[in-house]
């Protein structure tokens, strides 16, 4: 069984990102997530291209980059450009998802699509195949610290058995609202990767809090 945890560094100290990366790269967390939004996809603006490139110098981790953006297709060059190891895009947000998961494979990334919570699980059939992994939200995207929808439990648990019949190699990633509560309960769901912004930021012991994720 796969249990890999991914910090959202929006909950990190944007005046000390350096120090906060560094603590990360000594905790036993698999990647970093990093959250990018538009203002228009989602009710908020984050950072971009600039900020991780320097994100990147610093992480000795991979990064896990979550477009929350429109049209995203638009971008992958300049992601790969600072240093994006797995990108994940909206299913809302493309119109040629396929396009667009084929641009990330061809730039060399890992590809990801992320499914808002009102969007179902069927509506990957035609597209489960193309994905190194699929990013199932549990808070509606746009800020940390909200509460988790429990209604993700039964989604996992669906994108699971879609995974087992079309593409077994791809990873279920889950995110918002994910602490030391409910994590046993995902990874039991079928889950593989989970983050943790708040959770683990605003935790006494953030090194602790990660490996009591791992579950
Ligand atoms: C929400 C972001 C999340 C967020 C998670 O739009 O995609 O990655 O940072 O934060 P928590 O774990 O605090 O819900
Ligand atoms: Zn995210």
Redesign the pocket.
């Known amino acids: 069984m796969i249990r890999m945890v991914s910090p ?1 560094l ?2 990190a100290d944007f005046a000390n990102l350096q120090r906060d990366i560094e603590m990360l790269n000594d905790s036993e967390c698999d990647w970093l ?1 990093i ?1 990018v939004m538009d203002g228009m996809f ?1 009710p908020n603006i984050s950072f971009g291209q600039p900020v991780i490139k320097y994100i990147k110098k610093h992480s000795k981790k991979p990064l896990d980059v ?1 477009l ?1 953006i429109m049209d995203p297709g638009r971008y992958v060059a300049d992601f790969k450009k600072c240093g994006a190891d797995i990108l994940t895009v909206h299913y809302e947000a493309c119109t040629h998802l396929n396009r667009t998961l084929a641009a990330i494979r061809d730039e060399g990334m890992k590809c990801g699509v992320v499914l808002n919570p009102h969007t179902p699980v069927s509506l990957l059939e035609d597209t489960v195949q193309m994905c190194d992994m699929v990013l199932l939200m549990s ?1 509606n ?6 509460k988790f929808i429990e209604n993700t439990y039964s989604k996992v648990a669906q994108l699971r058995e879609l995974c087992n019949r079309k593409n077994p190699q791809c990873l279920i990633e889950v ?4 602490n030391t509560d409910n994590a046993p309960k995902l990874y039991q769901a079928g889950a593989d990767v989970l ?5 683990v930021f605003a935790s006494a012991n953030p090194i602790d809090t990660i490996h009591q994720l791992k579950g």
């Open positions: 959202s929006l909950s997530h959250d989602v979550h929350m808070v995207p746009g800020f940390g610290g909200q995110d918002g609202g994910v983050v943790a912004g708040n959770a």
